[in-house]
């Protein structure tokens, strides 16, 4: 029977200032990701490995173009998968083994532009759902907890955006 378990959204107020041992401006760059944009949300990305349309979704008054993305989908993509990364690389610091199918470990990730578009004052709110077979759910959660300290987008957010797990044991 899976386990569920809703990990307690990061708030500003609750966190500890932890000082980083990486400093980002002087650390060395291991790659580098290049996008050129143009027209906006209505408009498109290429990148060097990257060609999208981008549309306005519907929710937000515009067509929501099938086969089109927007930059939520685009961070909600990106987030996931830097963190089930981050995830797989916490394990083996841990001597946890992960799950090899791709379908006994899946990162859902969604991103919510929350705000007042009419007075400019926007901001995201991300939710995750991390779903694992095969590790127990102390396993899994020093897992999480380990791929929130090193995922680059978890570190870059803290702090700054809402973000909430929930955590499904499929053993």
Not at 16 to 22: D, G, S
Not at 32 to 40: H, Q, Y
Not at 63 to 83: I, M, Q, R, S, V
């Amino acid at each position: 029977m899976p386990t569920l378990t809703i990990l307690r959204p990061l708030l500003r107020s609750s966190l500890p200032v932890q000082r980083r041992a990486l400093n980002s401006a002087t650390a060395p760059i291991l790659y580098s990701a290049r996008a050129t944009v143009k027209g906006a949300r209505t408009g498109v990305v290429h990148g060097e490995n990257l060609d999208v349309e981008l549309t306005m979704a519907k929710a937000l008054g515009g067509p929501g173009d099938k086969g089109k993305t927007n930059p939520e989908e685009l961070f909600a993509a990106g987030y996931g998968a830097c963190f089930q990364s981050a995830m797989n690389a916490s394990a083996m610091g841990l001597n946890i083994t992960m799950p090899k199918k791709q379908d006994d470990s899946i990162v859902e990730s969604v991103v919510h532009l929350v705000g007042d578009m009419k007075g400019l004052d926007m901001g995201i709110r991300v939710d995750m759902k991390v779903s694992v077979r095969g590790l127990s759910d102390s396993d899994l959660n020093k897992v999480i907890e380990k791929a929130k300290e090193v995922c680059p987008y978890s570190r870059a957010t803290k702090g700054n955006v809402e973000t909430t797990i929930e955590v499904v044991n499929l053993s």
